[in-house]
């Protein structure tokens, strides 16, 4: 996340670490490196401007140039300061039975997507969510939502194709949601079971901010009264993010801001100068095209993870939802025991993917990312799958049978060469040689202690 700016940051704060003693000198010139690293990542001038002030002021307090570790008592005071520019506290969403949720944003930005991105997040707390598509102009984004409610079974209510006032459609889906007889279970996907508590209206967006877009919006929300209207932005636009953002929340009062493509090389200026500039909370933020990877925004640890100090806690989180715990006790027990095999390579490798993509992983791990030349290859990990995935289910079980032949049909299969299904089989055995080995420890150690009882 933000590896350019993540990256400079530490560099400055290494630099700093290494002065035995820091000076009111030391600490200006670090923080002139810091306000260029804002600036470049594309942070509001104004917003780099008041953060550095605020840092400076602290920085040079006399009980922190005075103290045993200066420069870990600087980054600590930066990562407040960081954690405070965020937002502080993560920031809840206000809903209540049959609350209503606003999503506006300009296109391009991921509002149907992020749309659905939502439901699928309540609907994993509990709610029973419903999607209402609100622009009438694009057909295509009307066939998106409801591709995307099947996906994750919520209830999609479609407007009449001849429909043009947004009105009069919002006010049938809400009427069509309280009817349960067979013509709406048939028109609406996913409909089945009690009445959606929580609706999500996903509106039209235009390419650029225009007048009779925000007095369609102020009208829709006028009639919807919502609890939450939150503006989708896309992180990667930077400056221009920014500038959406102060005129849609001058126009419609927003009350929370859900960022998206926070997993693409974005240099991170609209995440750290949205709340800011709006003093409206960032809610939300996708981190990847999956519709399982959104996520609440806690300022705290996007702080941590800019400044390499990972994110423990997500970590463990993203584990728990994605593993399976019978699973995860089997699969201990086959390692235990070095009976482990390609099947159960196969179902961990799925099991870690379900976390998400591996680099992020890596930067909840703290240090990790200051760890030079570390990173994953995705294709090459595509390409392990692939051999695997090209392997018949008893060689898969039975890798000791993979003779020359089979190994030629498994290259073939997967589009690998041999030699990278000999390196694959190659590690596999080493890594089972290594799990044998810890069991005859084990062993061992268990036997010494029953001997000294």
Do not use: W
């Not at 960081?82 to 296109?107: C, E, K, M, Y």
């Amino acid at each position: 996340m933000f590896p350019q700016l993540s990256d400079k940051l530490q560099e400055i704060f290494k630099e700093l670490r290494g002065h035995g003693v820091i000076s009111e000198a030391n600490v200006d010139a670090a923080l002139r490196h810091v306000r260029l690293a804002l600036l470049e990542a594309d942070v509001d001038f104004q917003v780099a401007r008041r953060f550095i002030a605020r840092v400076k002021e602290k920085a040079l307090g006399e009980t922190v140039l005075r103290s045993i570790t200066p420069a870990q008592q600087i980054v600590k005071i930066f990562h407040e300061e960081l954690t405070a520019l965020l937002g502080g506290d993560s920031a809840p969403l206000r809903i209540q039975d049959q609350g209503r949720i606003l999503i506006v944003g300009l296109n391009g930005s991921g509002k149907t997507t992020s749309s659905a991105k939502l439901a699928r997040f309540l609907q994993k707390q509990g709610h029973r969510p419903a999607l209402v598509p609100c622009d009438l102009q694009r057909p295509a984004a009307i066939e998106q939502l409801v591709t995307l409610g099947k996906q994750i079974d919520v209830p999609v209510y479609a407007p009449d194709p001849n429909q043009k006032n947004v009105q009069r459609a919002v006010a049938a889906a809400l009427a069509q949601s309280g009817g349960r007889n067979s013509s709406d279970a048939a028109r609406v996907p996913g409909l089945a079971g009690a009445r959606p508590s929580i609706y999500i209206f996903d509106t039209a967006g235009r390419q650029e901010i225009n007048e009779p877009l925000i007095q369609e919006l102020r009208e829709l929300k006028q009639f919807l009264d919502p609890q939450e209207t939150l503006l989708v932005v896309d992180a990667a636009t930077g400056q221009q993010a920014v500038s959406v953002a102060t005129h849609f929340n001058d126009a419609l009062a927003i009350t929370g801001i859900i960022l998206t493509k926070l997993d693409g090389d974005a240099r991170g200026g609209a995440a750290l100068s949205m709340r800011e500039v709006t003093h409206r909370p960032i809610k939300f933020a996708g981190t990847g095209e999956k519709l399982d990877q959104f996520e609440v925004f806690i300022p705290e640890r996007l702080a941590g993870r800019i400044l390499g100090m990972g994110d423990v806690i997500s970590l463990v989180e993203k584990a728990a939802e994605a593993v399976d715990e019978e699973d995860a006790v089997r699969l201990e027990r086959k390692l235990r025991t070095a009976s482990f095999d390609f099947n159960d390579f196969l179902a961990q490798f799925k099991m870690m993917r379900r976390m998400g993509p591996l680099d992020n992983i890596l930067g909840m791990l703290p240090g990790m990312s200051n760890v030079q030349g570390l990173s994953i290859d995705e294709k090459q990990l595509k390409r392990t799958e692939a051999i695997v995935l090209s392997m018949t289910k008893e060689e898969r079980t039975r890798p000791d049978i993979l003779n020359a032949r089979r190994r030629q049909r498994i290259a073939r299969g997967s589009g690998c060469t041999v030699t990278e299904v000999n390196d694959l089989l190659r590690r596999f055995d080493q890594m089972r040689k290594m799990m044998k080995s810890a069991g005859k420890m084990k062993k061992m150690l268990k036997g010494l202690q029953q001997l000294d009882r």
